[in-house]
């Protein structure tokens, strides 16, 4: 293993040179104050894959691991040095200490990726350097859709272990939309007993004709949350939560039809949906409605300590508030002007809720019609332009444009890509995807707070097939949120590729069952299923 297989590649290496350290039976672990999250993932994780006990040892022992913070270093910044000795890494927080960790499991090849030893007794050695590195963003991050295929928990600690492997920081938790309610909230135990169950599904893209007749569903449970939260702190990852509101919401309405437009339909008769694409079945703007969400943010704020709260905002078809009484007395009585200063209306309101409790809104990039919530973030995912208007207006940005890092998308334009949805995009293509679009001032740039790869899993039916999406292609994602690379089009895509061959090596040690370069194994194809591709690429903006 050499210092050119790592990803993402480190903004600085030196070496390797000399014979190397090696890690055995006698390796000793020496964690300084502040480093203990790392201190129990060596021990926990790449003790186990190698068996090695890692006992505690002294400050400055030789043949030992250190781990130091460093207030010279900024905050996930580290450094990784190895000489004959031992290792010692020091990181400006907490964190970059983890980051550099993540570095060293790298560095000792694809048996550290794997939970037990292969080749007991087998020596371990790293390469002797020194390593700097930094991440370029501070939110990289992956959203994870689990209302219209439920991922069970140990799925989710399971991708919280590949979000940190790749210096992953935030996993947006897709938590309800009109397919299903995933969350606990116990005072309204409905939007679990109902709305967390669907009684069939489409197989396929909407226009597919095929359904699963089988029931399908599921939901965490506070505890579950709990457990998901502590284990994501304890990898250096920050989950947001999403409550999308007052579009895709579909499951609540099921569970309350009282939350629905009930003066234009009979919301009782709804169910959770079983099919895919944008409701018309949307909250009714009123009182009852905020107060219900109020509710429903109290609880999610006990569970999710992260700063920012995400509270959808995406595809609220207006009709069904074009046809309610109450509705249009509600935009009268406000004063404002229409149904899409309605929608702002509800989103402000939920911004100073959030802010009045020292947190913050995020929202999809359509919070930006009909005015922006003050202090209010946006994901911009309907390519660049919703984010460049935000960042130009003040706010705060994370790019997704969907033209590029929706992983739901296919990512090659043959025949035998499994249910094939949207615009080809290859891993060359992610690699290749830029997250500060050239329009942004310096200044503007600054609020561009990162990027994020979405994951939405209408055609995903089981974790093989959201592997199959997410990799490699989050290995590429990884490498342009933590590294400052050249322009797309000068960017060493070959060298990349070479990187991977050692990383394919670390994703199967880690089970993951990732789409082959050469195209997808008979098992991971979907013969027959309609998918919708979309042919060739709409303008950037
Ligand atoms: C989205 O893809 N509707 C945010």
New binding site residues.
């Given amino acids: 293993m050499t210092f050119e297989q790592l990803i993402p590649a480190p903004a600085r290496a030196e070496g390797p040179g000399g014979d190397g350290f090696v890690l055995d039976a006698s390796t000793t672990l020496w964690a300084g104050p502040g480093t203990q999250t790392t201190e129990h993932w060596l021990r926990g994780t790449l003790g186990a894959a190698l068996r090695l006990p890692l006992a505690p040892g002294a400050e400055g022992a030789p043949g030992s691991v250190a781990l130091r913070l460093d207030s010279e270093l900024e905050a996930e910044a580290y450094r990784l040095t190895v000489t004959g000795d031992g290792v010692e890494i020091r990181g400006g927080t907490a964190a970059g200490v983890f980051w550099g960790a993540q570095t060293l499991r790298q560095l000792l090849g694809a048996a550290a990726f794997r939970r037990a030893p292969i080749a007991p007794g087998r020596e371990y050695t790293v390469p002797q350097g020194v390593i700097e590195d930094a991440p370029r963003f501070g939110w990289r991050g992956m959203m994870l859709d689990v209302s219209r295929h439920f991922t069970p928990k140990e799925g989710v600690l399971r991708y919280l272990d590949l979000l940190a492997a790749h210096k992953l920081n935030v996993f947006h938790f897709h938590l309800t939309d009109d397919q299903g309610w995933r969350l606990e909230i116990k005072r309204y135990p409905k939007l679990t007993e109902v709305g967390a169950w669907r009684s069939r599904t489409k197989w396929g893209h909407r226009q597919s004709e095929l359904w699963d007749e089988k029931p399908h569903g599921g939901f965490y449970t506070q505890d579950d949350i709990r457990e998901i939260v502590a284990y994501a702190d304890s990898l250096h990852i920050t989950v947001v939560p999403e409550i999308d509101i007052p579009g895709h919401s579909q499951a609540a309405i099921a569970a309350y039809p009282e939350l629905g437009n009930t003066d234009v339909i009979d919301t009782a008769a709804l169910g959770v949906w079983d099919t895919w694409g944008v409701t018309p079945n949307v909250l009714a703007p009123n009182d009852h409605t905020l107060r219900f969400y109020e509710g429903v943010f109290e609880e999610v704020l006990e569970l999710f300590p992260s700063t920012f709260i995400h509270v959808g905002g ?2 609220c078809p207006k009709e069904q508030w074009k046809d309610s009484a109450a509705a249009q007395a509600r935009i009268e009585e406000l004063g404002v002007s229409n149904e899409d200063e309605l929608q702002s209306w509800f989103i402000r309101h939920f911004d100073k809720w959030l802010s009045a409790r020292g947190r913050r809104l995020i929202g ?1 990039d359509e919070i930006l019609e009909g005015g922006l919530a003050e202090g209010a973030a946006v ?1 911009s ?1 309907r390519g660049y332009s919703g984010g460049i208007a935000a960042a130009q207006a003040g706010h705060d940005v994370v790019m997704c444009p ?1 033209q590029h890092v ?1 992983l739901d998308h296919r990512q090659h334009g043959g025949p035998d890509e499994p249910v094939p949805i949207g615009w080809v995009r290859t891993l060359e293509d992610v690699y290749r995807f830029e997250p500060v679009p050239a329009q942004l001032s310096a200044e503007e740039a600054e609020h561009v707070l990162g990027t994020q790869a ?1 994951v ?1 899993t209408e055609v995903m039916e089981s974790h093989g097939r959201v592997d199959y999406q997410v990799f490699p292609r989050l290995a590429a994602f990884a490498e342009v949120a933590w590294r400052t690379l050249p322009a797309p089009a000068e960017r060493d895509f070959a060298d990349f590729e070479r990187r991977m061959t050692a990383h394919y090596a670390r994703l199967d040690a880690l089970g993951v069952d990732y789409r082959p370069p050469g195209g997808p194994l008979p098992w991971q194809q979907r013969p027959g299923v309609g998918g919708r591709p979309i042919e060739g690429l709409p303008p950037m903006v």
């Fill in positions: 995406d595809e999809w994901s995912w969907e929706y979405n939405w």
